[in-house]
T-cell receptor
């Protein structure tokens, strides 16, 4: 079974540009999460989808970040315009609907974003 | 104050040693507790859940003290392959919010 896949693995852009990160969760996982880790800090929650609906977006830092999950399958996270402080690793994770509270999230390898 | 506090380490130990990591969390409403493991430049992976009664999985023992808001992980007979960052993770599990809150991790380096 394929795991959570993320694309691109690394993106280098200039301040003010736009970047779109993509996540393909494990097939059949209704829960999809975005997290990020900025340099030297802990992994922080951004938002949570249940199927195509945003369940919790309390972690989104500001309106330059837009996440979508059309059709409840893959998800995209767009940063527009990117700022220097957006640099970090963006992780996507997914889980079964029946096991979101067990703590077993399956993470992708992350998309490393570098904003120059 | 961070929601989940961990000693960043690194902990450098010889093979075969026993090592213990601790973690404290600030929100007394936290309901679920976990240890995740993250290898260098890889994704976090669930190592084990943590229960109040304490639980063991092979060489790994996890303990939770709700009164002190303290979580521990004990690794016995350390192997080179145990070298990684260990992330203490809690979850509030209140209505609709199932997000995990991560500590910044404790780095373990097991040396031959």
């Amino acid at each position: 079974e394929a795991g959570v896949t993320q694309f691109p693995s690394h993106s280098v852009i200039e301040k003010g540009q736009t970047v779109t990160l993509r996540c393909d969760p494990i097939s059949g996982h209704d829960n999809l999460y975005w997290y990020r880790r900025v340099m030297g800090k802990e992994i922080k929650f951004l938002l949570h989808f249940v199927k195509e609906s945003k369940q919790d977006e309390s972690g989104m830092p500001n309106n330059r970040f837009l996440a979508e999950r059309t059709g409840g399958t893959y998800s995209t996270l767009k940063v527009q315009p990117a700022e220097l402080e957006d640099s970090g690793v963006y992780f996507c994770a997914s889980s079964h609907m029946t096991s979101p509270n067990t703590g077993e999230l399956f993470f992708g390898e992350g998309s490393r974003l570098t904003v120059l | 104050r961070k929601e989940v506090e961990q000693d960043p380490g690194p902990f450098n130990v010889p093979e075969g040693a026993t090592v213990a990591f601790n973690c404290t969390y600030s929100n007394s409403a936290s309901q679920s507790f976990f240890w995740y493991r993250q290898d260098c430049r890889k994704e976090p992976k669930l190592l084990m859940s943590v229960y109040s009664s304490g639980n063991e999985d092979g060489r790994f023992t996890a303990q939770l003290n709700r009164a002190s808001q303290y979580i521990s992980l004990l690794i016995r007979d350390s192997k080179l392959s145990d070298s990684a960052t260990y992330l203490c993770v809690v979850s509030l599990l209140d209505t609709g919010r199932r997000a995990l809150t991560f500590g910044s991790g404790t780095r373990l380096q097991v040396q031959p």
